[in-house]
């Protein structure tokens, strides 16, 4: 009172790292407030001159005549207990999980920017963002969260090099920083840290879980002006990852990288036709699921795409397909595609109800030449037009309304029909669905995802699907992983469901496509 400002600004504003601590956070504090006994907190006081000094502090509520009338706080300073050594590994090291803390990492960010300015070459700075936390946490508990982010880290750091720096940013954000790095090599290195995050598995609704997590990629040159900017281009990186449904890898090269995108593009261009060549994607299977049993007999299944380096390890879609658009390679990935689900259809004959959808990227939407081929296509295998629905994204790359238009009114005369995919993820969602006939809509993942927690995604899916239903359009929901978020779904009104709590992703060769698919 006598300085004007209040304690907690004076004694404990800091944790060790010089990351600012929320009152609300600071046990010390709550123990004041609260007047609840502390002993042995230990803390770190910050001086003028931004020396750190540890202590020990103990909070005694001073009660007198059975009434509590004070607090007592004591602090000691315990400089002579903690070896320099150790107070130097603490204050750059996070004290949960054993990581690097921000200091550090923005530390060491800069003199990796040195490095590449000096001896040029390429570094990566990997942002790597926890799916699903919050409700990790709100559903098994902090316990749990905080072994799952030691986890992280104990398998990221499996994977490090010597001169690589592994930090935990924010609750559930992770920094990586890959020194000395291939282009040509960066997406398989990302995707590694992603899966081997998706090893982790925790219990949840009664099921063991995987966890998953989302990351985004800036690469490190001698032309990076800076590191926030290094930061700011992993950042819209990850959101980019995240608003296509997480648990994915996205590489974020801006226009002004014209250098590192031609770099990129050649190898790129050289490995798809390589894995086209020598037969190296493969598809995968998932069902979408009916929400209610309705007698329709159809059973539906998501065809995913995925490709094999030479060693044999899976390159994820996120990580190849926006490449692989950049480079004009897409059109001719998604009439592969197309011929593998005709001729499985075709085998299917038996099964008249089993129907596919294909993702078709907007480059191939856009090009008369491709709607050509696909229509040669579907008129020479034979299969019914209609056991094939077309998956387009809904987004402001759709850049000529017109031609999609037309390429999709080609088709559907032909007898497929199309959904609409990641729909409500823009200002665009209602001129798309004016403008493109379409069947189905497909909600955008994010919206799913935080289902539980969000009120305003509650009000976004109900919305889409009511407008859906008055256009006489089906709704399918994806990225659904709870049992809780199906209730509701069903409740909703929406038609189908699809995500990794109803059926895993599996090989083609082990579908059972015979199996009743009603949530």
């Not at 103990?58 to 050594?85: E, M, Y």
């Not at 398998?155 to 090099?161: D, I, N, P, S, T």
């Not at 590694?192 to 995050?197: D, G, H, K, L, N």
Request: proline share 3%.
């Amino acid at each position: 009172e006598l300085l004007g400002k209040r304690a907690h600004d004076l004694l404990h504003y800091a944790m060790g790292d010089g990351s600012t601590v929320d009152e609300a956070d600071s046990p010390l504090g709550r123990a004041y407030a609260e007047g609840d006994p502390l002993r042995g907190h230990e803390a770190v006081f910050w001086n003028q001159a931004g020396e750190a000094m540890p202590v020990e502090c103990s909070v005694v509520p001073l009660n007198i005549g059975g009434k509590r009338d004070g607090t007592v706080v004591v602090f000691r300073n315990i400089s002579d207990r903690k070896s320099a050594d150790q107070m130097r590994w603490e204050m750059m090291h996070d004290g949960l999980t054993g990581a690097a803390n921000k200091r550090h990492f923005n530390q060491a960010l800069a003199q990796e920017l040195g490095k590449r300015a000096e001896n040029g070459g390429y570094s990566a700075l990997l942002l790597i963002d926890l799916d699903r936390f919050s409700l990790i946490e709100t559903q098994a508990g902090r316990a749990l969260t905080d072994r799952l982010l030691a986890d992280v880290v104990a398998r990221l750091k499996e994977r490090l090099r010597q001169d690589d720096v592994l930090a935990r940013l924010e609750e559930d954000h992770f920094g990586l920083i890959l020194s000395g790095v291939q282009l040509d090599n960066l997406a398989s290195l990302a995707d590694a840290a992603r899966e081997q995050i998706g090893r982790i598995s925790f219990p949840m609704y009664g099921k063991t879980q995987q966890l998953s997590a989302t990351v985004g990629v800036a690469v490190l040159s001698s032309d990076t002006p800076s590191a926030e900017y290094a930061l700011e281009q992993s950042r819209i990186a990850c959101q980019t990852a995240k608003r296509r449904g997480g648990n994915q890898t996205q590489i974020q090269v801006s226009d002004a990288d014209q250098r590192i995108a031609r770099e990129l593009d050649a190898g790129w261009i050289t490995k798809l036709k390589e894995a086209l060549h020598e037969d190296r994607f493969l598809l995968q299977t998932q069902p979408i699921v009916r929400a209610k049993e309705n007698g329709n007999g159809e059973l539906l299944f998501e065809l995913l795409i995925r490709m094999l380096n030479r060693d044999g390890e899976q390159i994820a879609p996120s990580v190849f397909v926006p490449l692989a658009e950049r480079v004009g390679m897409m059109d001719k990935i998604d009439l592969w595609v197309l011929g593998q689900a005709l001729k499985h259809l075709k085998a299917l004959k038996k099964s008249p109800e089993v129907c596919f959808t294909v993702n078709l990227s907007n480059v191939t939407v856009q090009d008369a030449s491709s709607l050509r081929l696909i229509e040669e296509q579907i008129r020479a295998s034979g299969v019914d037009p209609a056991r094939i629905i077309f998956e387009v994204t809904e987004t402001a790359e759709i850049a000529s309304l017109h031609s999609a238009r037309r390429f999709i009114l080609t088709l559907k005369e032909l007898g497929c029909r199309f959904a609409l995919d990641d729909f409500g993820t823009g200002f665009s969602s209602i001129s798309h669905l004016k403008h493109l006939p379409v069947d189905f809509v497909k909600l955008e993942g994010s919206l799913i995802c935080d289902l539980q927690e969000s009120d305003r995604d509650r009000t976004m899916v109900s919305a889409i699907t009511s407008l859906a239903h008055s256009l006489g359009l089906q709704v399918i929901a994806e990225h659904v992983d709870s049992q809780g978020s199906l209730e509701w779904l069903k409740g909703c009104g929406v038609d189908y469901v699809q995500g990794h709590f109803l059926g895993e992703p599996q090989a083609m060769s082990e579908t059972d496509f015979a199996r009743s698919r009603a949530a």
